[in-house]
């Protein structure tokens, strides 16, 4: 096998890491829990990415969601060109924002209104401050690994670089400002129970990830989601689905589409800006209606709806509504998971698949992943091996067991059962050599 050069890339992280802290910008970029240092990326077409060495893989992280048509889309490209060319941002109103909100509303219908925001962070907390404006009522409840940006209220028990770092929370957080965070575990319908019957009047929202993500991919139980909007509707709590992962990626409707249960508030992000900057939060017009300026909750940004990420967004959402696209996508995310569900028992390795649509994990573990605790019993060690691995054969995973990966149109029947061979080749090797 050859062995790939990684100069140029080390050369580079050396320098990043005395400039930038860790040398990232973002921590689910590092390579801490697999071993090793980054690859930095020059470029992406389709599919694959070339880093600074000249070495080629096939992308299975696709910058964490957002590139459903995987890299530099030729009609999403010409989108953002033509935008660029006639000036980025405004500061003002702009008709491409009235289309793109017109598009959310008509593809989700839980969602009367929207506003856009330029992060999933942003979404989020913009989405809790509004339900707290709303119910006036300061709890809010979150579930034990869910992801849902760095917002101070939501740092409590988060998955993705919190997970992966295994650290128990973020410093600078002060206790004050999650004292009214209340953490359950993900798919007991009980728990949210008890904890609504106890606290229901004080609860101003349950936030959640439809599907998890961001603990690597774990799938809502049947009943669980309805639990959650039964419960909701009860006590007067205002349901958020964090969809920043699903929406429009499990369907043109999202998570709530595929599963057949309605949020009160929908959090957007990373697809909807076809690999910008954007994220958007929406739902019952009563609800919006509260956002400054139509209302008391005050929510801002410079380059909010700015005309370069919404050009993308609009581009990339109507490339979305072309029929069969979510076939094609749930076809070849099954395609995947049943092969590296496969090549883990050729080798005699437990293994799990979650798996959705186009967002996948291969959980290392002889548990079935339901939660955050069942996801922690996987062997991080061993997905670090098979991670370096798959690397050096020109496959480009997440740096970390406890994430998902995500699969595009761009993606062929070819590359699917090229990574699949390689899994076996990767699983066979480390379980012969102990
Ligand atoms: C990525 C993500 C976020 C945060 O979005 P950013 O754009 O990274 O701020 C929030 N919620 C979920 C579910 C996510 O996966």
Request: net charge neutral; with cysteine; hydrophobic share 45%.
């Amino acid at each position: 096998m050859r062995e790939l050069d990684f100069t140029r890339s080390a050369a580079l992280f050396e320098k990043a890491r005395s400039l930038i802290p860790g040398g990232v910008n973002s921590p689910v970029r590092s390579f801490n829990s697999v071993g090793g240092q980054p690859v930095f990326v020059k470029r992406g077409r389709g599919a694959r990415i070339f880093d600074e060495d000249g070495n080629s893989y096939i992308d299975y992280v696709c910058s964490w969601g957002p590139l459903i048509f995987g890299h530099a889309h030729r009609r999403i490209v010409a989108a953002a060109k033509a935008a660029l060319e006639a000036g980025t941002t405004f500061g003002a109103c702009t008709a491409g924002e009235v289309t793109l909100a017109e598009m959310i509303v008509a593809a989700v219908p839980s969602v009367e209104m929207v506003r856009l925001v330029n992060s999933g962070t942003e979404a989020v907390m913009s989405a809790i401050r509004l339900a707290r404006g709303f119910t006036r009522r300061d709890k809010i409840i979150k579930f034990e690994g869910c992801y849902h940006g760095h917002s101070d209220s939501l740092l409590a028990k988060a998955g993705s670089g919190i997970a992966t770092l295994g650290m128990p929370d973020s410093a600078g957080v002060p206790p004050n400002l999650t004292v009214d965070t209340i953490t359950l575990p993900y798919n007991n319908p009980e728990a949210v129970r008890a904890t609504a019957a106890l606290h229901g009047k004080s609860i101003a929202c349950i936030v959640v990830e439809a599907v998890a993500g961001n603990m690597g991919v774990v799938l809502p139980k049947p009943g669980f989601l309805e639990t959650l909007r039964q419960v909701a509707s009860e006590h007067g709590i205002v349901l958020i689905f964090d969809e920043v992962i699903t929406g429009f990626r499990l369907s043109y409707g999202g998570a709530q589409e595929r599963f057949g249960v309605a949020a009160d508030l929908t959090t957007l992000g990373k697809i909807i800006g076809g690999g910008l900057p954007m994220g958007a939060y929406g739902g019952r017009r009563e609800i919006m209606e509260f956002v400054a300026p139509s209302g008391p909750v005050y929510q801002a940004g410079t380059l909010s709806g700015n005309p370069l990420a919404v050009a993308a967004g609009i581009e990339t959402l109507s490339m979305l509504k072309e029929p069969g696209i979510y076939d094609k996508l749930e076809k070849k995310g099954a395609a995947l998971a049943d092969g590296l569900l496969e090549a883990a028992a050729a080798a005699g390795v437990a293994a799990q698949t979650g798996r959705v649509g186009s967002m996948f994990t291969l959980f290392f573990t002889e548990n079935e992943v339901t939660d955050y605790a069942s996801a922690r019993t996987s062997d991080a060690a061993r997905y670090a091996g098979f991670f370096r691995g798959m690397l050096e054969r020109g496959f480009y995973l997440a740096p970390s067991q406890f994430e998902a990966g995500f699969v595009s149109t761009a993606h062929s029947k070819k590359d699917i059962a090229d990574t699949v061979a390689a899994a076996r080749a990767v699983l066979g090797e480390t379980t012969a050599a102990g």
